[in-house]
């Protein structure tokens, strides 16, 4: 079965950055939509951002013009670029992939903390 594998988390400062990635592995992958999901301890998980295998981006409020999200179909693997990261940024962000036959897949979430 196909598995979604997130890397790339740890410890940051304010104003510092993170790189997020993903790795789908599998065969026979048709991933339609892959995506970022964060949630922090009492608080419901939230969508951060997603991206088709066409291209097509949605970013929430909060993240848009800091993070930037990418997507490599070749290597199916999605990528999170977070810029001018916040402590509000705390949380474990997870994976999400969307296959065309209507599957839905989660990774098993990284941690991301910033704090001074």
């Known amino acids: 079965q196909v598995q979604l594998v997130e890397s790339g988390g740890g410890f940051v400062q304010p104003g510092g950055s993170l790189r997020l990635s993903c790795a789908a592995s599998?065969?026979?992958?048709?991933?339609?939509?892959m995506g970022w999901y964060r949630q922090a301890p009492g608080n419901q998980r939230e969508l951060v951002a997603t991206?088709?295998?066409?291209?097509?981006?949605n970013y929430a409020d909060s993240v848009e013009g800091r993070f930037t999200i990418s997507r490599d179909n070749a290597k199916n693997t999605a990528y999170l670029q977070m810029n001018n990261l916040k402590p509000e940024d705390t949380a474990v962000y997870y994976c999400?992939?969307?296959?065309?036959?209507?599957?839905?897949?989660w990774g098993q979430g990284t941690q991301v903390t910033v704090s001074s």
């Open positions: 991206i088709t295998r066409g291209g097509s981006i």
């Open positions: 599998g065969s026979n992958l048709s991933i339609y939509v």
């Open positions: 999400n992939a969307r296959l065309f036959n209507s599957n839905t897949l």
